[in-house]
């Protein structure tokens, strides 16, 4: 069975191929990463559900050329699948299938993090729902892009807009720590808009983390924190540091740092792990 329709002058025909008879290696192709192909060809990580049909050209040797997925069609291969579906662009000179190549990438919209929470917590997923319900212990809100599931305004004092970094967090560090993370956060900023920002976060967690052997106590971190705006502490740390350490978080963390150890007896003062 396959489906054609004419564009212009060209011809677009779907239907199954054979895996061994596309060939790849096109100059303007995607480089193609082993370990991501080897990653995705578990049985475990495999889903035919998320197999897009894979651009070919028909070029007039009567050969099938990869214009796009030969990741895909690795990972294919490593599985031992004998066809798949492809979409067959057939009249295409070379510098066509080059700029339908750059098409397709362009017309790929990324979806965004908030977007995709709002997918998980359709789902139901587990993970999703368990940060949710974290960060809505503290009366902070997910920004979720239409925020379909909340049936009230949200307002920009208690709005997270770094889903995605929130999310890498509770994945690498676990319940506990995120939970602390706006623990400390809340009670030390209330809210505040700035302390919801991805650099507040990932520094407060950087910090958790980094002095989580040491004993500090949560009431005294808050208890220097909370003299010091999240704004201020963010300019600081920047006015403070290089301008190439600014893509990590370590400059943000110092300045947590050194407001907590201000006005301590040197015996009691956190070592600089930053």
């Known amino acids: 069975m396959s489906l054609a329709l004419a564009v212009m002058e060209t011809m677009i025909e779907c239907r199954e191929l054979d895996v061994a008879d596309l060939l790849m290696g ?26 897009r049909p894979i651009e070919v050209s028909l070029r007039n040797d009567g050969k ?3 214009v796009d997925g030969q990741n895909r069609v ?18 295409l000179t070379y510098s066509k299938e080059s700029k339908l190549f750059v098409r397709l990438d362009e017309s790929t919209r990324k979806i965004q993090a908030g977007q995709v929470c709002q997918a998980l917590i359709e789902a139901r997923d587990p993970e999703v729902l368990d940060i949710q319900s974290i960060v809505e212990n503290y009366g902070f809100y997910l920004n979720l892009g239409n925020n379909k599931n909340y049936n009230f305004q949200i307002t920009s004092d208690n709005q997270i807009r770094c889903v995605g970094g929130v999310r890498k967090l509770y994945k690498k560090n676990g319940r506990e720590l995120l939970d ?14 700035d302390s919801l ?16 052997e040491y004993g500090v106590k949560d009431s005294d971190l808050v208890k220097k924190w909370k003299d010091h705006s999240a704004c201020s502490i963010i300019l600081d740390a920047n006015s403070n540091c290089k301008v190439k ?16 150890n201000s006005g301590r007896r040197e015996a009691d003062r956190l070592p600089d792990r930053f």
């Open 26 to 51: 096109q100059k303007y192709n995607r480089i193609i990463k082993p370990d991501w192909c080897k990653f995705n060809a578990k049985d475990e990580e495999f889903d035919p559900h998320l197999m």
């Open 64 to 66: 099938y050329y990869v």
């Open 74 to 91: 690795t990972m294919l291969q490593l599985r031992g699948i004998k066809k798949v579906w492809c979409r067959i662009h057939i009249g």
């Open 180 to 193: 602390k993370c706006f623990n400390l956060i809340k009670l030390s900023w209330d809210g505040e808009p």
């Open 197 to 212: 920002r991805k650099t507040i976060i990932e520094s407060v967690m950087l910090f958790i983390k980094t002095y989580k």
């Open 245 to 260: 350490e600014r893509s990590s978080f370590k400059p943000y963390g110092k300045e947590l740092l050194r407001i907590y």
